[in-house]
């Protein structure tokens, strides 16, 4: 399979035949580092821990489904992707993610700046203290009041997505008597190697003023006009779950093209430019995602040469990981409760949650990885496909793994890197309860978000 081609979704790459899966692992008690976070480490007794806790006392204390976040991990590679890109560059993290109070402090904490891209997200943002100029604001359709809100609180940057866009922004900040700094986010026609409906910098989708034809350029003609505006850059995102720079040295390319064009008109050079994120993860032991480090080098040779062959000065570098950052710090426990044998097939392990708390395998066709963890296990290992308690042929969490043919019910397993987008995601679907996310570290254990109750779903049932 070529590198491309990615567990977020086969659809631009090579796609392997249905029922296709890989030969069992040789050891299924083992826990790949590259796929679960750092403290986790099953103990002598075969029970897994995190942070020191044995997930048996967390399903003990805090029910399953749930959520278990590993905060010094998640720590850790912030700090990672603050020191890849050192002082002269800036690192947001995109709070669709995954975003509380908790990880908002973390992040202020940190260093890393932050992305948001609604309304619930930014007062999420602001309450928890991280410092509005600090924030950058997304979105395809912001509404006027998210804009007030943004321009009022006074949003470090806001990411212009549209030629209504521009004039609603304007008038907004000049009305407040204000001048907001805003990029002009372009889409540059590159093909990522990604699933479809997370590839965002071809020409035939929502997101973005396309480079082809000249609108972007008329965008930023615009935007300079106008005195609400301090146009001070240029985005681009190329899509999501991506492992190939390829793609990332095409946008950079164009877009230091337009920075000259804007120039060459203007005579003004925007200060910066953001490359967006969508860097991969390792979902499965097959994946191979790049350190913070190397795609900090590789984004600014990229830039510094396309920039010294325009003629320009080097713009401040924007990046933001999201995924990169939450996804591989959490895993979700499960309680396994049916199991199916179906002869010639697979067997059928059904669990206690499903798609209302990880709809990526039903929405993406991602790949996950599953282990059980309350023990361990010698026995043979067993083609199963987990599934979960909906009233869905699709309800999938884990399409095909290798779990011990001893396992039965009761047993607790385990699926890992459902940091980003899972909990952000879930749904209420069959009426189920949306999980708690727990953070552990160094022995403890606290819920940062707790289960949704019966008690929520029918307050907002007014009947």
Known sequence: MSRSAHPAGPRHGDVLPEGHYSAPPADLNALDPKVWAQTVRRGADGVVTVGGVPVTRLAEEFGTPAYFMDEQDFRARARAWRTAFGTGADVFYAGKAFLSRAVVRWLEEEGLNLDVCSGGELVTALGAGMPAERIAFHGNNKSSEEIERAVSSGVGRIVLDSFQEIVRVAHIAERLGKRQRVQIRVTVGVEAHTHEFIATAHEDQKFGIALAGGQAAEAVRR?????????VGIHSHIGSQIFDMAGFEVAARRVVGLLARIRDEHGVELSEIDLGGGLGIAYTSDDDPRDPHEIAKALGEIVGRECEAAGLRTPRISVEPGRAVVGPTAFTLYEVGTIKPLDGLRTYVSVDGGMSDN??????????????????????PMLVRVVGKHCESGDIVVRDAFLPADLAPGDLIAVPATGAYCRSMASNYNHALRPPVVAVRDGAARVIVRRETEEDLLRLDVG
Not at 360 to 371: G, K, N
């Open 223 to 231: 935007a300079l006009k106008l005195d609400g505006l301090d146009v």
């Open 359 to 380: 709809i990526r395998t039903a929405l993406y066709d991602a790949e996950y990885s599953v282990s059980l963890v309350s023990r361990a296990s010698d026995a043979e």
